[in-house]
Nanobody
């Protein structure tokens, strides 16, 4: 099992920046993909960004050019740098770790962007 703890959420004005962190522990050697998802009130959870064990990254079209996912293997931590934030980025952000046939999720961190 993998345990994930997110941090870094908060309230920011439009145009501002935040960096989310996701610290992983447990069976981290078996993780293939780490990802950030988000869920806004009344909406389905959606993929924001993902990074593979080989370092390949993918982004949702809505965040391309504004968000950057990265990982520090020495710290077992994945980051989501969010720049030029918009009110529509307001959501609970979740970190996820994917192993073969298994996924683990963090508790979520709230990001609120005011206009």
């Amino acid at each position: 099992q993998v345990q994930l703890v997110e941090s870094g959420g908060g309230l920011v004005q439009a145009g501002g920046s935040l960096r989310l962190s996701c610290a992983a522990s447990g069976s981290i050697f078996s993780i293939n993909v780490m990802a950030w998802y988000r869920q806004a009130p009344g909406k389905q959870r959606e993929l924001v960004a993902r990074i593979t064990s080989g370092g390949t990254t993918n982004y949702a079209d809505s965040v391309k050019g504004r968000f950057t996912i990265s990982r520090d293997n020495a710290k077992n931590t994945v980051y989501l740098q969010m720049d030029n934030l918009k009110p529509e980025d307001t959501a609970v952000y979740y970190c996820a770790a994917f192993r073969i046939a298994v996924s683990d999720w963090g508790q979520g961190t709230q990001v609120t962007v005011s206009s």
